[in-house]
Structures are given as C-alpha cells and as structure tokens.
C-alpha cells in the first residue's frame, strides 16, 4: 500500500509540474488566433489585392509633327495621366516598372490629305500597325496586349518612308496600363 502511496505521490507531483495537456492546446489556439488577426489585418488584405503601384499613363501630341523620319519615335508630349512615372514624355517611351501583363493603344491622325503609318513597338520589336489613311484628317489605331518583364520599353514609331505627317492637336493619343503583375 505503501508502494502504491509513493507512485501516485510521483505522478502527482510530476503532473503538477508539467501544464496539461488542455493548457497547451489552449496555449496554441491563442497562437493561432493572433496569427488569424495578422493575416486579415486590414494593411494586408489591400496588399493582397493590389500587391504592386497602379501603372498607367496616357499622352498625346501637343502640336502637328512633319516631316516625320523612318522609325523615329513619335513623342506623344503632353502628359494627360501617369500614375507610376512609367511614360517618359521627353522621349516617347514607356519602361515597365514591374514585370506584368500590360495593355496599350496607340491612335495618330493624319495631316491633311497625306496618310501617317506608325507601329507600336516592344524594344524595337513590332507588335502592330496602324494607318491613318490619305482620306482626310482619318485615324489609325493599333492596340496591344503583351507581357513586360521589369525595364523593358514600349513605344510608337513611324515606319514608312511615306506618310509622314501626323496631327497633334490631341487627336493622337499612346496610352497603356498594367492589367496584372506577376
């Protein structure tokens, strides 16, 4: 009986040292309750939803450009919209911030009665055309969807070694935003 004393004795004492098994499971949902409020904190839903800067711009010709040479690029001047500074009006040219899939749209109007032909373009690479025909005063659009990694350009160039008067004025427009970033 003595024995049986000392042993319930030992496993008293031992239990009493060391938390119960409900403590610990009340000690981890604690835990995880306080991760659960980290992860819906208000900060971390909107980073969640809109993980980078909105990237967008829109430009268009202040004044009438001729003449226009083959492949220079057509300097859409006058900033209507560039949240991100991703558009460099000095130089016509558009860098991806982030790498992503981004949209543009390029619109230019021809000069009187001649006829402007201009391609949107990806580090020199053409992703479209557009023609402003020889009727008068006519725009040409060209509109692309394409994949950027960070730092790389887009912009609008001519490329003919005719038709080169383009109408500023506004009607001429690049524009281009990020859909999604990676």
Not at 16 to 24: I, K
């Amino acid at each position: 009986m003595l024995r049986l004393y000392l042993l319930v004795s030992c496993i008293t004492v031992t239990l009493a040292r060391s938390p119960s098994r409900l403590e610990l499971i009340e000690e981890r949902i604690d835990q995880l309750e306080n991760a659960l409020k980290a992860c819906t904190s208000p900060d971390l839903r909107k980073r969640a939803s809109n993980p980078t800067t909105p990237v967008a711009f829109s430009a268009y010709l202040s004044s009438d450009v001729t003449p226009v040479a083959v492949y220079e690029a057509l300097v859409y001047d006058h900033v209507i919209y560039n949240s991100g500074d991703a558009y460099n009006a000095h130089v016509g040219r558009f860098r991806a911030t982030v790498a992503g899939i981004y949209h543009f749209v390029a619109t230019s109007q021809s000069y009187s009665s001649d006829y402007i032909e201009f391609e949107l373009v990806r580090d020199g690479i053409m992703l479209c055309r557009g023609r402003g025909s020889q009727s008068y005063q006519s725009t040409g659009t060209c509109a692309a969807t394409v994949h950027l990694s960070a730092n790389q350009d887009v912009w609008v160039r001519h490329y003919s070694t005719n038709g080169n008067y383009i109408r500023g004025s506004g009607y001429s427009v690049f524009t281009g935003f990020l859909v999604h970033a990676d």
